[in-house]
């Protein structure tokens, strides 16, 4: 659950642990500029939009059992430590993430697809 420090009131959702794997969320971690948390625990990485608040995108599996994070300094990476000691990096940042679709997809968005799914967003081109 995220708390507004101004009102003292609720804000967003709360953090639970799915019942059938018994390990609940192990850390929330934000951004250098606060707009961006992760929690992290069962295997999983969320990101979520701290302002909206809502989850950014799906959760992102985390290798082995992550006991750590940070995010880098510029919040393009998150950083996260295992249960082994293994430090592994995982891009996180905008420009990252949409070249790594990129890079799977093998193409941008058409123009009748960003109309589909991202309707009333003037038209770009994300991938080179």
Not at 27 to 47: N, R, T
């Amino acid at each position: 659950m995220f708390w507004d420090v101004a009102t003292g009131g609720k804000r967003g959702p709360t953090f639970r642990a799915n019942p059938n794997d018994g390990v609940g969320i192990t850390q929330i971690v934000f951004s250098p500029k606060g707009d961006v948390a992760a929690s992290i625990g069962a295997g999983e990485v969320q990101l979520w939009d701290v302002a909206a608040p809502r989850k950014l995108g799906p959760s992102m599996a985390a290798e082995g059992d992550s006991v750590s994070a940070a995010f880098g300094s510029d919040g393009a990476v998150l950083h996260t430590l295992d249960d082994k000691g293994v430090l592994r990096d995982m891009s996180v940042g905008p420009e990252a993430t949409a070249a790594t679709i990129c890079a799977r997809a093998g193409r941008g968005l058409t123009r009748a697809d960003w109309q589909r799914y991202l309707p009333g967003v003037p038209y770009r081109e994300v991938c080179p």
